[in-house]
């Protein structure tokens, strides 16, 4: 996933993209300029991941991309997260596991805002954390499935559900 956007002179902050919550979800988000993204198996504190860069972005135009390198081999498993700015790579992060079905059925999939619960407590006190800079666009790429038939059906069958669940 990527994000166009400018930081006006004295910096920016807030969510870029999110999607899920604190129960299971991510965001790719700036806090005091610097480009982060967050990760949040459940709510534990164990089970909440980030990269984020050390360095705040200057004024100007900016790419912020995190690239979502999954293990593959089946749902739930690991992944490396790695944090690019400008196509330069600033941090990386191993997620030893990734949720394996779906985020979450209550909460939202939002852009510039976050209108659910945070994926990390960092900006629980700002929701809905409106990003301040200007933000272009975000463009999501989506991968070739790296899933046998087995577990590609198996996925379905657990979507299917989910969606009986929600009527």
Not at 116 to 141: H, N
Request: charged share 25%.
């Amino acid at each position: 996933m990527a994000a166009e956007i400018t930081i006006p002179e004295g910096g920016a902050s807030g969510i870029l993209a999110t999607i899920g919550g604190r129960f299971g979800g991510w965001g790719l988000l700036l806090q005091d300029s610097k480009p982060e993204f967050a990760y949040a198996f459940s709510n534990q504190p164990e089970h909440k991941f980030r990269v984020a860069s050390q360095q705040p972005l200057p004024a100007g135009n900016h790419l912020v991309r995190i690239a979502f390198r999954y293990d593959g081999g089946g749902y739930g498993k690991g992944a490396t997260a790695v944090l690019f700015v400008d196509e330069k790579q600033v941090a990386e992060a191993r997620l030893p596991r990734s949720i394996g079905i779906r985020f979450s059925l209550d909460e939202t999939f939002d852009i510039g805002e976050d209108t659910g619960t945070p994926v990390i407590e960092d900006y629980v006190d700002k929701m809905p954390f409106r990003f301040t800079g200007t933000l272009r666009k975000v463009v999501v790429v989506l991968e070739p499935e790296k899933l046998t038939e087995q577990e590609l059906e198996r996925l379905r069958e657990e979507a299917a559900a989910a969606c009986l669940a929600v009527q």
